[in-house]
Every structure is written in structure tokens, then in C-alpha cells.
């Protein structure tokens, strides 16, 4: 079972409080009579599906009843950060700080203790 | 007025003779659900009679009324049975867009108290009871029932759970206090 | 009866003697003893039949790895286990045990024939042996051969232990309570971290608990290790967990633990849990499992009385039990040596060590021959005899470049032997930790770890016992430290320490052809070193392939005795180093857990979750027989005395047309939609127009997925400008409220309004018929319920027997109708009371078969039984609910995508049975000419149908290929039975002109 920092509790909580909910930065076309067929069949059906990074969505169901986004990999499973839902796909640089901070914090800890 | 039928009511588990653990149901009370831009919480606090809490997880507790943050948006409600007319009125008064949903007869309250408080939550709870700071609550999962859960003191917890669900976190309940008293 | 206990020796409680059986007969033991150590101390060597040979089998090691002595335990009132290893099972006062896979006894097993058979079972059998000619597959393979291989028999009485289960959260895991685990258990201890300990043996020690003699820091070892228990148990910061079996290793240090907590009493206090599935969340963890000893590999190494020497020293110095009174010792690896030598000095005759190395340490031949023990330096072993027990073992020197000289015979009752040891990774491979070969030691060892975990002592190749502690002192104080806390590891001195030097084994030379060898590599599947060659030969290089082909390593144990072995096979086969070939993964559970551990409290009553109403207990009182709905159990009908389904149903819909009937249609779900733009977010959502609705009016909603197809449907009122109350299918509740959620938060987070579940906020009873109103009017407050007030589809809040309602005009049967909302604790008193009532009316209870076949004859259909998430607005004949003029809602977009417009497109209409006495099963395929040749082409499917006493004739919906167009055509419904015919109709069986809504 995963723990997941929910950006909005700010803390991490156990998995089956969570649900998944998709690819994530996928709009819902504000005017969809104006989409084609096609532009539309990709709005409901293509995804990326990448395999290592993958920007998702997930919700804190039995939670704070949030959703929100999370960057995480789809090999080893492992999430870089969680962010509110609304805010901008994270830069590479964003994520790697992310990535390194939560080492960081657990580094910290060590030292907090001497 | 009709006789209410209150899904466990008076029940108690007394786990053993040294009441390490006791869990009963608890009294009834009145329950809102209250949702409300956080930039007016304090408009929301003066008109529920006490100053809501203003981050995820917090609890505010005050002549018998108590408000706990479950999300950005979201507080839950509870004052004695008797009051819930009035907080309706109060709300309705209330100038700020919100929403106020009468969610009373939809939980039960389940108190678990004693020295193996904790530890009988922790059979059915994924995340670190004993870690959970005393006068905060938190909505998540009991089992497969979706309870709030308030750590009111030290050994002492009050469970919210819908009302159909209630049985099911009541067998668990009862199973566990029987392993506790038997010290295994 | 002979005795194997020696006086003085071991830890058993000699003073708590018990009585046990094995097979019908009586013997005993102590407290202490394993089931192993037990029959071993009673001369019993022959406990089982292998897997697929029948070949008699005797008990192999002394602990988890077990792969022989398995068998059925009895502790009683039901409660019997197969394939219990009698090296883990503890003596209790009482315990009956049973051989397994023999008939019609273990001595004398028919099965054994299989033996003589090889080449009908030799790799890959399954594949080869069972193909040809096919009527054998029925008539001989699976009856017979099927059967005469296997393990235990399942029990067939359902459990009736129950199962515990328990979340934990600490600063360190330590997984293992030997050397090294207790070394570390003690650093992250002392240090103020929160630890647990675990370890899956009775008593907490490890190979400790069979080396009395050594000396750690001045103490005897038993000594130490009392005094380190009761160091452990006085830090209220450490957990220690004795017969708790880590179990798997999953993500960011997510760590099963299986607790044994009363099989081993003898009386079981009432309620209390057999076992405990702990899951642990460890910041840090250290894995200290040990390693395990290889078996060698030659012709008859399975014979019983042929053991592991480490388990012989086991049950030696641990249970005081001499394993025989005539042994020799085959070995590459130097703690065979010590097996002996200490078998000896407890008066054993060992008549040889055959040591396979060229040459051994130097003081291991002078303590062999002051204890005047034979050594065979690089001799092989050839050959073993005894049917039922080993008798000889055949030995031969093995000359320059490999020559195997001439054989010789020795007389023994036990072979000990020992290829050296693997030290135990397996919850590592859990985390996908990759392994490496260590060429010097012949063995994988952790290499880089995914998850913040370390490994310790023999389990990752440091062995020996200063090398545990202070392996395991280093890796428990290094992970307190990562967790946040200080430690400083200990030293640790160590005497009598053992020569642990060894090589390893592959195949042992032999004089004899090893294509007839019986030279097994996995115990419990019977799988030999010539049929992993035999795979090779066939073609098989990745280890992978070879495993599945050969079963190698596949049996309950997982190969923890075999994979490395039959990897030198293969090597050796194959020509290229292990390296090269690989290693199979390890998977979760490290031993066999039983089914209840996995569902802890998840069983009988709280199997699932049961959700009841609060009318739910009237219903069970009054005879109602239920059905599950989602979670829910629900009313399906009342019968009265005598009456089956069919007459309940036929008088309740009865009830229904001509005076009333009473139905909790509380589990329906319910949202209440609450903002200023709460009619704007209906519009967005749901398919139908929401402004210009009315307070106090309703609306049936349609609610599509953006894919365009019906994903809920129900009723919504609207009770203020800003406040609507909706209702949804009772299954979809959740699924709705998760979607609006979602399109809320994510797409319109602008949109000032909120929801919020009510569905247990209220009861709700549905009284619906011609004398609806009339029974209800006496009871209502501050509602007009006149036809021109209160007309079909409004609402309204007031009061009813006293007690606050939202009162609904509506109808789901096509009568007169109302759905009365009261608070969830007034449910069952309101309902109590309206039954009361309407005795004058005949009122009767009705159930959801009864509301099934009512909405049928009205032609109002059921989301997710009418229609399966392939069904647009239009195909469900629903247009009428579509706001066409809005700009947009979910789904809109896709109702004008090519295939949804596409013309035969399967559409949902009534069907009528030529026979009207015919009552279609639901989903039954439809065709529309009966004569076709097989496969037909299938034009739809039957969605719902029922008998209908209102029409005395069954009625049905399908959904057809064009349907609508083909109204008054006939189709055809093959069955088993017969072919039966039905014409396409409209959907409305009764009351078209909806006369009856408002009478």
C-alpha cells in the first residue's frame, strides 16, 4: 500500500484513502460543438499511458474529498510530488526539486535527532 | 412525536475487568454539514456561536458546540439535539453564500475509550492512530466503512459513520475488544 | 517403542510431557517440540509420500523450508489443516496428525507404483503424457493420474476460527530474531526508536537456540539470550513478535506479518483469533532471515532418514532428540562436520564423514579422529538403499580429473548431508532488489535496494556468528539513526565460534549413468537433476522456462531449497555460469498463509459490509425474503404462509392497482445540491433543462458520462431557488456524487455551489396506489395534497405524523403515488404507523421484485439492468429528457459522433411472447431467423422480464438491432429447450395514457 501526500491535508495518508482518477492537464474543451469528430474523440479516449513519468489524477476520497494531481512513476511506482488541482503541469526542474526535498526532509530528520 | 429509532443505541462493548478498553454507542446529537469559502469562516464561526477551525484536521470545541475542518471547504457541525433549530435559523440569517445540509439522522457516534483505544482503532484504521494529535479529527476508512474520526483525548475517540455502515464498524469493534481482553 | 531423547539435552520443558498422534498412534512429547522433533524422538522418520512418485519421504530440515513432512493437522471442532510442515507445527496435549497423499497407508501406497512409471512423469509430463489419444483426458488422466498425485485434501467443513488484523507503525522493522536480528533489535532499541521484532520460530533466537555452547561476551549463549529477551522486553519502545512470519515486502516499506496466535494452545479461549495479519509501515527495516542449508544432489538423496546436517545439530542441541543411532555425514561445507561431531559426543556411532572437497581444514579431520569418526576426504556418494528408511549409503572415491573409483558400502539409519548454505533473500526480491552472484561464496547476495532497507548477518553471506551480531549491531543502530535516533553499535565477543568454509555443490560425481539417477532437486515436486537436463535437451536456456517446464521450485516452498540447486543443474547443463542463467523471482507469501489471515475480520457477518434501512428490522419481522442490491440487502418480497415467489409478487403488484402498497425505498441515493448556481450546474450535468423548473416541482434527470452513454437516471426536486434534492439509483449513489464532485472541483470550480450526500439523512417509504392519498391525509401538516396542489411530480416540506417531511408526488408504478421522506430515526415508527392505518385500505408490503414488474408494465426502465453503459438517450428511447437547446452538458457532444447517429444502432423496446404463458430469462440472445446455421447472427438480448398478473401474460424489454423500426415483427429466442417467438412492441404494457397518475 502507497502513502500519498494529499497537497491539500498536507500530509500523507495511506492509500485506500485515495482513489485514482486518470491522466491528469486533460481539459474539458469549454465549447465542445466547436470540436470535430476527431478532436473530440481524443478528448475522450487518447492518452499518453507513458511508461516512467506520468502526470495523474487522484482523488482524496475518504479524505478531504479533494482532487488534485500527483507526478508519479509508472515503473517503479514512486511519486515525486502531489499538487493541487488547477495548478500548472511542474517544470522538470520543479519536479526534480520536488524529488530531492522529500530526500532532503528525510535527511533533516537524521540530523534533528543528533 | 414518533418514537426514534436509534441504530445502536445504549449498546456498550466492555472489552475486560480493568476496562482497558470500553467502546459505547454515543448520544445523539445534531449534525450539519456546513460548506463556505474559507474567506468567510469568520462570518460562519459568529453565526454557528463558535469560531470554526481554520485548517484541515482541526476541531474547535465550545459549550457543547464543536466544529471540525474535514476539507478546504468543509466543517462538520454538532451541537446538543435540542439546538438544531436554532443553528438552522442562525444560518439562514447568514449573508455569505454557503451551503448548510442537515446530516443528523445520518451518522451514528461511536465512543471508544480507554487505555487500548488506540490500539482497537488500529485494526481497522491504515494510518498512524497512535500518531494522531489529540483534538483533531479527520474523515478515512475503518475497515471498508468510511467513518470521521475525532481523538477527543488521549484514550479517548468518537467515531462518525453512517448510519447502515454502523454495524459493520460495531462487529469489528466487538471482535477486537474480545482479542484485547484476552490479551492477545 | 524406542526413545531418541537424550538425558540433559535441549531446551524442552521435560516437565510438560504431551500426547500426541501421528496416523492413528499415540505418542509424546514435550512442551517445546515441534511435530518434527516429536516423531524424530520417537524413532518416526517416514511421515509422507511425495508429490508425484508416491516414493516414501521422510523430515528433511527443521524448519520453514520444510518441503517433505508435510501433514494434516486435527486440532478439532472442525478444524483440520492440510499441508502442515511437522518442523513448524507445535506439540499440543491432544493434537492428532495425519500423513498425507498415501493409500491405503503410508507404509503400503498403492500411488507408489508411479515410481516404477518415470517416464510417464519426467519433465514437462503435463505437456507430453496427457495429449494423446483424447478420450483418456476424461476417463483416465484427470480421474486417475490426477488424483494419485497432490498434496493434502482441502478441508471440506467451512473455518470456524476466526482472524485478527492490525495496522502498526514504527522507526524499525527487524525481521528475523537470530544473532543478527537481536543484535540489531537491541541498537534501534536502546536508541529510543519504536522497533518490532519479529520471528517466525516459537522462541525467539534463531540458530542460537542450537548452539549451547558458544560463549557471547562471557555468557553462554542461552544465558545471553535470556537475558536479551528480557532486555527487550523491558523497552517499552520494542515490540517483540515470536511465531510472526514476515510474510511479503511491498511499497515504501509496507511489511506483512503473519501472527500464530492460538494454534498452539490447547484450549482456545472463546473468540479469540487464530492468527493476525499485522501491516506494518517501518521507516527503516532490517532483514535479518539467515540462510538456509542446501541439500546435495545424487541418487537417493530423498530417502527417509537422509537429512540436512544443520537440522540434525538442530534437533540435537534444540530438542534434545538424536536424529539416529547409526550416521554418516556427506558434505562439501564444513557444518556437517560440527552435525557430527556433536551427534557423537551425545553417543551417536558416526560411522563416516564422506567430505566431497579435496581437502578440509586440518582440525576438523583431528577432531574427527579423536572422536574416532571415519573421514572419507574426496569421496563421493553414489547411491543410498532402505525402502522405507535409509539403510547403506554407497560411497566411492573420487580420483585425478574426476575418476570415480570403486564403490563401497557403509551401514547406516541416517545420511546427513550439507552442500552449504543460501542465505535467505527472499523478502529483498520482494522489493525488486537486485541480486548478485558472489562467485567466492556460490550464492546471490542483495545487491541494490528500491526500498530503506538493510540486510544482516548470514542473510546476506556474513556468517558465522560474530559476524551476525556485528553485522546486526551495525545495520540496527545504521537504520535507528536514518529513522532519527542515535545509537553507537556494540562489539561482540564470540567463543566456540564454528569453522564455517565450504564450497558448492553441484550434481556429486558418480560411477553409475546419471540419466538414471534418482537424484532429486525439488523435494515437494519431484523434480530430479535429469529432468532439468531433459529440459535443456528440449531446448530450454531461460531459467524461467526451465522452472515452469520442470516445476522446479514451484511446490509450496518455493524452492527455497531447490531453486539454487537446480540452477547448477541447469548451469552445468547449459554450459554457461549461474550468473548467466538466472534466477527466478521470488513472490509473496515467504510460507503458505492460510486464506482467513488474508481476510481477518472479513468473514460471516462481516464478510462485507451489510448496509440495512431503518425499516430494514420491520421487513425481517414481517417475513421478507431479501436480495442484495449493491451493498445494501433489500426487501424482494413478503410471502405469506404458503405462497412462493411467483403468488407473493402476483398479490402485491395486485395490492398496488387497486388500493395501496407500501415499499422503503429508503437505500435510493440522494444529493442535496445547495448554491446560487445550483440550477446552473444541473444544466451542465444533467441532460434535461433545470431553470425554468418550479420550486416545489420535479423532474425526472438524465444523467449521461461524457462518452455520451446513460450512466443514472432518478427523480430531482427542486425545494428552493437554490436547493435541489436528487435522487439516484440505489448502486450509483457514490459513483454520481463522485462524478459531480469531480466535474465541480476540476472543470467548474467557479460555480458557487456545493453537495453533500443525504442519503441516510432520510427514510423513505413509497405509498403508491388509488387509495395513496386517502391513507396519507389524516397524517399530513402544512401540505395541500388536493390534485390541484399537489400534483404528480411535486414536493414539498411540511410535516407527517408529527415529524418533518419532504414529500414527494411521485410515481415508479404508474398509480397514484408518494414518496414520503422522513428523518432516517422516524423511518420505521412513520412506517409502523401508515401500516397501522391503512389495514382499512388492505395495505401490503411490497418488495423490489414487485416494484421490477410494476415500472416494467409502465415501460420505465431500470439504468444498469435495461441498460449496460452502451446505451445513448435515444437507443433507451429517452430523447424526450434531452434539452436539446442547451448548449451543452455532459455527453451532449458525443450524441452527434458518427456512430452514435449510426441507424442500426440497438434500440430498447417491448417484446411479447407468442406463448403469453412464457416467461423470458433476461439476457437471453435474440435472432431474427430461427433456421440459420450456427453461430447465428444475435440482434440483441433480453434485458427484463417478468410475469405481469395485471395482464395475465409475461412482458419483456430487449434491446434490438433498429428495434423501434421493427415494431410488430417477430423474433426468435433459441433456449435450450426450445426456440420461442416473441413480437417487438412499445415499452407500455399498462395504462398508456397515464390515467391512473392522477386519480
Redesign the interface.
Known amino acids: 500500500m502507497l502513502l500519498i501526500r494529499c497537497p491539500y491535508c498536507e500530509a500523507e495518508r495511506p492509500e485506500v484513502e485515495f482513489t485514482y482518477a486518470g491522466e491528469a492537464h486533460i481539459a474539458r474543451p469549454a465549447d465542445p460543438s466547436a470540436l470535430s469528430d476527431d478532436e473530440w474523440r481524443d478528448f475522450l479516449f487518447i492518452r499518453t499511458n507513458p511508461r516512467g513519468r506520468h502526470f495523474e489524477r487522484w482523488r482524496h476520497m475518504h479524505g478531504c474529498g479533494r482532487f488534485f494531481n500527483a507526478v508519479r512513476d509508472t515503473v517503479t511506482d514512486k511519486f515525486s510530488m502531489t499538487y493541487k488541482a488547477g495548478a500548472p503541469r511542474p517544470s522538470d526542474e520543479e519536479i526534480a526539486l520536488a524529488s530531492s526535498a522529500t530526500a532532503d526532509s528525510a535527511a533533516s530528520v537524521k540530523d534533528a535527532r543528533p | 412525536m414518533l418514537l426514534a429509532n436509534h441504530p445502536l443505541l445504549g449498546k456498550t462493548i466492555t472489552g475486560d475487568t480493568a476496562s482497558k478498553l470500553t467502546i459505547r454507542a454515543a448520544e445523539d446529537v445534531a449534525r450539519f454539514s456546513l460548506r463556505i469559502d474559507p474567506v468567510a469562516v469568520q462570518a460562519a464561526g459568529a453565526a454557528f456561536g463558535t469560531p470554526l477551525p481554520t485548517r484541515i484536521g482541526g476541531v474547535v470545541e465550545a459549550g457543547g458546540r464543536m466544529a471540525l475542518q474535514l476539507g478546504p471547504d468543509e466543517w462538520v457541525l454538532t451541537a446538543p439535539v435540542a439546538e438544531s433549530d436554532a443553528i438552522a435559523d442562525a444560518f439562514a440569517a447568514l449573508g455569505e453564500t454557503h451551503s448548510l445540509v442537515d446530516i443528523g439522522h445520518r451518522e451514528v457516534g461511536i465512543l471508544v475509550e480507554g487505555e487500548a483505544a488506540a490500539l482497537a482503532l488500529r485494526s481497522a484504521i491504515a494510518f498512524d492512530v497512535e500518531a494522531m494529535a489529540v483534538g483533531t479529527g479527520c474523515r478515512t476508512l475503518f475497515d471498508k466503512a468510511q467513518i470521521v474520526l475525532i481523538r477527543e483525548d488521549k484514550n479517548r475517540f468518537r467515531i462518525e459513520v453512517w448510519r447502515s455502515f454502523a454495524d459493520h464498524v460495531w462487529g469489528i469493534l466487538h471482535a477486537v475488544s474480545r482479542e484485547i481482553a484476552l490479551g492477545l | 517403542m524406542s526413545n531418541f531423547r537424550i538425558a540433559g539435552k535441549g531446551r524442552v520443558n521435560r516437565s510438560r510431557q504431551l500426547r500426541f498422534s501421528f496416523d492413528g498412534v499415540d505418542y509424546t512429547g514435550y512442551e517445546g517440540d515441534t511435530l518434527a522433533s516429536a516423531l524424530l524422538a520417537n524413532g518416526v522418520h517416514l511421515v509422507g509420500r511425495s508429490f508425484k512418485y508416491h516414493r516414501p519421504r521422510g523430515i528433511l530440515t527443521a524448519g520453514s523450508e520444510e518441503p517433505n513432512a508435510l501433514v494434516g493437522s486435527n486440532r478439532g471442532n472442525g478444524r483440520f489443516e492440510p499441508n502442515t510442515r511437522a518442523t513448524v507445527l507445535e506439540v499440543f496435549e491432544g493434537l492428532k496428525t495425519e500423513s498425507q497423499n498415501r493409500w491405503p497407508s503410508l507404509t503400503r501406497d498403492i500411488g507408489a507404483v508411479n515410481d516404477a512409471l518415470y517416464m510417464l512423469f519426467s519433465a514437462g509430463f503435463y505437456y507430453k503424457t496427457f495429449m494423446w489419444p483424447k478420450s483418456f483426458w476424461d476417463k483416465v488422466y484427470e480421474p486417475v493420474i490426477r488424483n494419485a498425485a497432490g498434496l493434502g485434501k482441502a478441508p471440506t467443513a467451512p473455518d470456524p476460527d ?1 482472524y ?6 514504527c522507526d524499525v522493522l527487524v525481521v528475523g530474531g537470530g544473532a543478527a536480528g537481536l543484535a540489531a533489535a537491541l541498537e534501534a532499541g536502546r536508541s529510543g526508536a519504536s522497533v518490532i521484532l519479529c520471528d517466525e520460530q516459537s522462541e525467539i533466537g534463531g540458530s542460537l537456540l542450537a548452539e549451547p555452547t558458544a560463549e557471547i561476551n562471557g555468557q553462554l549463549a542461552w544465558d545471553w539470550l535470556e537475558d536479551t529477551n528480557a532486555a527487550l522486553a523491558a523497552m517499552p519502545n520494542v515490540t517483540v513478535l515470536p511465531r510472526t512470519t514476515a510474510i511479503g515486502y ?3 516499506n ?1 511489511v506483512g506479518l503473519c501472527q500464530r ?2 494454534d498452539h494452545l490447547r484450549i482456545v ?1 472463546d ?3 487464530r492468527e ?1 495479519m499485522w ?1 506494518v ?1 517501518a521507516k527503516q527495516v532490517v532483514l535479518a532471515q539467515g540462510a538456509i542449508e542446501k541439500p546435495l544432489v545424487f541418487a537417493g538423496n530423498d530417502r527417509p532418514g537422509v537429512m540436512l546436517a544443520g537440522a540434525a545439530r538442530t534437533y540435537l542441541n534444540r530438542y534434545g532428540v538424536k536424529v539416529g543411532n547409526w550416521v554418516v555425514a556427506v558434505t562439501s561445507h564444513d557444518s556437517a562436520w560440527h552435525a557430527a561431531f556433536d551427534l557423537a559426543k551425545a553417543g551417536v556411532e558416526v560411522a563416516a564423514i564422506v567430505d566431497v572437497r579435496g581437502t578440509v581444514p586440518t582440525q576438523l579431520v583431528a577432531a574427527a579422529d579423536a572422536l574416532r569418526i571415519r573421514t572419507l576426504i574426496g569421496w563421493t556418494v553414489t547411491g543410498t538403499k532402505g525402502r522405507l528408511r535409509v539403510s547403506s549409503v554407497r560411497v566411492n572415491p573420487v580420483g585425478p580429473g574426476g575418476k570415480v573409483g570403486g564403490a563401497e558400502t557403509i551401514a547406516c539409519d541416517t545420511l546427513l548431508m550439507s552442500g552449504g548454505w543460501t542465505p535467505s533473500i527472499h523478502l529483498f526480491s520482494h522489493t525488486q532488489g537486485s541480486l548478485t552472484w558472489n562467485e567466492d561464496g556460490q550464492m546471490f547476495l542483495p545487491g541494490r535496494g ?1 526500498e530503506e532497507c538493510r540486510l544482516a548477518g548470514a542473510g546476506k553471506g556474513r556468517f558465522g556468528l560474530k559476524a551476525a551480531f556485528e553485522d546486526g549491531a551495525a545495520a540496527g543502530s545504521a537504520a535507528a ?6 545509537a553507537q553499535p556494540a562489539a561482540y565477543h564470540v567463543e566456540g565460534e564454528l569453522s564455517f568454509t565450504g564450497v558448492t555443490g553441484h550434481e556429486l560425481p558418480t560411477d553409475r549413468d546419471p540419466g538414471h539417477a534418482k537424484a532429486f532437486v525439488d523435494f515437494q515436486n519431484d523434480v530430479m537433476a535429469k529432468d532439468i537436463r531433459l529440459a535443456v535437451r528440449e531446448g530450454f536456456k531461460s531459467i524461467e522456462h526451465i522452472k515452469r517446464y520442470t516445476t522446479n521450485g514451484m511446490a509450496t516452498d518455493q524452492g527455497k531449497l531447490s531453486n539454487i540447486n537446480g540452477l547448477a543443474v541447469a548451469s552445468d547443463a547449459l554450459k554457461r555460469p549461474i550468473p548467466a542463467v538466472g534466477l527466478t523471482t521470488f513472490r509473496p507469501p515467504y510460507t503458505p498463509t492460510s486464506f482467513g489471515t488474508f481476510a481477518g ?2 468473514k460471516g ?2 464478510f ?7 425499516i430494514d428490522g420491520w421487513a425481517e419481522e414481517n417475513g421478507a425474503v431479501y436480495e442484495p442490491v449493491s ?2 440487502r433489500r426487501a424482494w418480497y413478503f410471502p405469506q404462509v404458503g405462497e412462493d415467489m411467483h403468488a407473493a409478487v402476483a398479490r402485491e403488484c395486485k395490492a398496488v392497482r387497486t388500493s395501496v402498497g407500501m415499499f422503503d425505498a429508503s437505500t435510493l441515493g440522494k444529493i ?1 445540491i ?3 448556481d445550483a440550477a446552473e450546474f444541473m444544466n451542465r450535468m444533467y441532460t434535461n433543462a433545470w431553470t425554468k423548473l418550479a420550486p416545489g416541482r420535479c423532474r425526472y434527470g438524465l444523467l449521461l458520462g ?2 455520451g452513454f446513460i450512466r443514472d437516471d432518478g427523480v430531482i426536486g427542486r425545494l428552493a431557488q437554490d436547493r435541489f434534492h436528487v435522487t439516484t439509483t440505489t448502486g450509483g449513489a457514490a459513483r454520481v456524487l ?1 462524478m459531480m ?3 465541480l ?3 467548474w ?1 467557479d460555480l ?3 453537495l ?7 427514510s423513505v417509504i413509497a405509498l403508491q396506489g388509488p387509495n395513496a392519498r386517502k391513507l396519507i391525509e389524516p397524517f399530513v401538516e402544512g401540505i395541500d395534497l388536493s390534485e390541484g396542489a399537489f400534483p404528480h411530480m411535486a414536493v414539498a416540506t411540511g410535516k407527517i ?3 418533518p417531511t419532504r414529500l414527494f408526488r411521485v410515481s415508479f408504478t404508474g398509480e397514484l403515488g408518494f414518496e414520503i421522506n422522513v ?8 412506517w409502523e ?1 401508515l401500516f397501522e392505518a391503512g389495514q382499512r385500505f388492505g395495505i401490503t408490503p411490497y418488495g423490489t421484485e414487485t416494484m421490477h414488474v410494476l415500472r416494467a408494465e409502465k415501460g420505465y426502465i431500470i439504468v444498469g439492468q435495461d441498460t449496460d453503459g452502451t446505451l445513448t438517450p435515444d437507443d433507451a428511447g429517452l430523447s424526450w429528457a434531452v434539452g436539446k437547446t442547451k ?2 452538458f455532459v455527453g ?3 450524441l452527434s ?2 456512430d452514435m447517429l449510426a441507424a442500426n444502432r440497438k434500440q430498447l423496446v417491448g417484446l411479447l411472447t407468442s406463448d403469453p404463458k412464457t416467461v423470458l430469462e433476461e439476457g437471453a440472445q435474440i435472432v431474427l431467423d430461427p433456421n440459420q446455421p450456427v453461430p447465428m447472427d444475435m440482434v440483441g438480448h433480453v434485458t427484463s422480464s417478468y410475469w405481469s398478473a395485471e395482464l395475465g401474460r409475461s412482458i419483456a424489454f430487449a434491446v434490438i438491432q433498429g428495434g423501434r423500426s421493427l415494431q410488430g415483427k417477430t423474433v426468435h429466442v433459441p433456449m435450450p429447450d426450445k426456440v420461442h417467438s416473441a413480437t417487438i412492441t412499445g415499452m407500455v404494457f399498462v395504462d398508456p395514457e397515464n390515467t391512473r397518475l392522477s386519480a
Open positions: 476466526s485478527a488484523s492490525r495496522f502498526a507503525h511491498y511499497h515504501q509496507f496466535l492460538t479461549p473468540g479469540a483469533p493476525r501491516k509501515r528500491k539513526a536514518d529513522a532519527g535516533f542515535a475480520y472479513n457477518a462481516l462485507e459490509v451489510t448496509r440495512k434501512t431503518p451493498l445494501w442535496e445547495v448554491g446560487p461524457e462518452d463522485g464532485e469531480d466535474y472541483q476540476t472543470e470550480p458557487k455551489v456545493w453533500t450526500s443525504t442519503t441516510e439523512q432520510w405524523c408529527g415529524v428523518p432516517a430515526r422516524y423511518g420505521r415508527a412513520v404507523k448548449p451543452d451532449k457532444r458525443s459522433r458518427p
